[in-house]
């Protein structure tokens, strides 16, 4: 099936760094990418949606100004943490969707935890 | 009121027992429903699509009952490998190419030998 790749897998920083996160399609083309955050013991929530060659969408209370995605291509997409700070730390995960499902399965990649000293 | 609401458990089962699962949604308009599963630490993996028929694959059978707003997920003969938490997933709409997908906190099992 198809794989999405993420990287860092895990990565701690000083508060106020700004961390870059990439998510990749390995063997399929995302026009569209997902990215999701998820606190300890709660859901996954949407933070906002990457599209390749235009601006992302955020969700409502999802700072764009903080969280700065590029789509640079149909197989990348990043994800940028601008001054981190220690309540941003979380589990950060992309997704795409599967092109040609019926039912739009989604394909994650494995996560990245960061974690704001 | 939660967009997905499923009762967090834990549910602590023998290996063999059948348990169920329960999730209501708040979207009426929501068109696509799934049940995914997560293990500690690791990303969400898809376990199954729920449809209005009901579907069923191998020891896993969800049920969507639309007018009541509700999905169900009914593991038999539980192994030790299905202790994971379950996601009940409820499509947000569509963005872009895709559908962006709304989670429930999950339901945890623990199956036990």
């Known amino acids: 099936g198809a794989v999405v790749s993420q990287h860092p897998s895990r990565v701690i920083c000083k508060s106020g760094t700004s961390v870059k996160i990439e998510c990749r399609s390995l063997?399929?083309?995302?026009?569209?990418m997902f990215w999701y955050r998820q606190f300890p013991k709660q859901s996954l929530m949407l933070m906002a949606t990457?599209?390749?060659?235009?601006?992302?969408?955020?969700e409502q209370g999802v700072e764009k100004d903080k969280f700065l995605i590029n789509h640079a291509s149909l197989t990348l997409s990043t994800l940028t943490v601008t001054s981190a700070h220690p309540e941003d730390s979380s589990f950060y995960i992309c997704?795409?969707?599967?092109?040609?499902?019926?039912?739009?399965?989604?394909?994650f990649g494995p996560g990245t935890r960061l974690t704001v000293l | 009121r939660k967009e997905v609401e499923q009762d967090p458990g834990p549910f602590n089962v023998p290996e063999g027992a059948t348990v169920a699962f329960n999730c209501t949604y708040s979207?009426?308009?929501?068109?696509?429903f799934f049940w995914y599963r997560q293990d500690c630490r690791k990303e969400p993996k898809l376990l199954m699509s729920?449809?209005?028929s009901g579907n069923e694959d191998g020891r896993f059978t969800a049920q969507l009952n639309r007018a009541s707003q509700y999905i169900s997920l009914l593991i038999r003969d539980s192994k030790l490998s299905d202790s994971a938490t379950y996601l009940c997933?409820?499509?947000?709409?569509?963005?872009?190419?895709?559908?962006?997908?709304?989670f429930g906190k999950g339901t945890s099992l623990l199956v036990t030998p």
């Open positions: 997933v409820v499509n947000i709409g569509v963005r872009d190419s895709g559908y962006a997908l709304n």
């Open positions: 997704s795409a969707p599967a092109s040609g499902s019926s039912y739009n399965e989604q394909f």
């Open positions: 729920v449809y209005s």
């Open positions: 979207n009426s308009a929501s068109q696509s």
């Open positions: 063997d399929f083309q995302a026009t569209t």
């Open positions: 990457s599209n390749e060659g235009s601006k992302a969408t955020y």
